[in-house]
């Protein structure tokens, strides 16, 4: 299982048995209202959609926040040639709703994302319109809205590896001063064909844990 850990957070790659955990979560009318898919989610679905996501080109993640499971964050749809994925998040646990959980683990994966995996020079998210505190946050992280490339109800947005270098080298600084953990970047786990090439060329290699530039 890959796991990721920096800051404060713990990133496990979803396993078979957390999927229940998850479709609650995602029933749950505070995260299904601000999901553009929004009918109920049955055992069956949540288990035929793991199976079809559990593969290279999508890494999903349970938030670990301080010994706790709260939420979910993911880089999907990996498209290697084009250097492209898409990115989503949502916090669970409605206790952590307002805690560093979220901008711990977005951090701690786009600064994997952009800064161990170099063929991946773009990250895109879709959210509601209506959902405004996500655009928000996701601007706060760098994304920019890419306009005409939406419809009337959700939104575009788009974060390059160049903006992020400039982005995520103020936000790792202001969370380092926050967070009780360690700032560098931690990577377990065992290369497998559920990975990318790349990602288990870190894992071979064991690397010993990582220093995010300006930390």
């Not at 035929?48 to 926040?65: E, G, P, R």
């Not at 898409?86 to 901008?103: L, P, Q, R, T, Y």
Request: some cysteine; overall charge neutral.
């Amino acid at each position: 299982m890959l796991i990721l850990k920096q800051f404060d957070v713990e990133l496990h790659r979803l396993q078979l048995e957390d999927i229940e955990l998850v479709r609650n979560w995602r029933n749950e009318a505070h995260i299904n209202n601000q999901m553009i898919y929004r009918d109920f989610i049955t055992e069956k679905m949540q288990f035929d959609w793991f199976h079809s996501v559990n593969n290279a080109q999508n890494y999903y993640f349970i938030i670990h926040f301080k010994g706790h499971k709260v939420g979910l964050i993911n880089a999907k749809n990996y498209e290697i040639k084009r250097g492209f994925g898409e990115g989503g998040i949502f916090i669970g646990e409605k206790a952590f709703e307002d805690s560093f959980a979220a901008v711990f683990a977005s951090l701690c994966l786009l600064n994997f994302v952009f800064y161990l995996l170099p063929h991946i020079s773009i990250s895109r998210i879709k959210v509601l319109k209506s959902n405004q505190r996500a655009i928000q946050y996701n601007k706060l992280l760098g994304y920019e809205e890419i306009f005409g490339a939406t419809n009337s109800y959700d939104q575009l947005l788009e974060l390059s590896r160049e903006r992020f270098l400039t982005f995520g080298l103020k936000l790792n600084k202001v969370a380092s001063l926050y967070c009780e953990g360690s700032k560098l970047m931690h990577l377990s786990g065992k290369s497998c064909d559920l990975n990318m090439p790349e990602i288990n060329s870190l894992l071979d290699a064991k690397i010993p844990p990582k220093a995010i530039p300006g930390l």
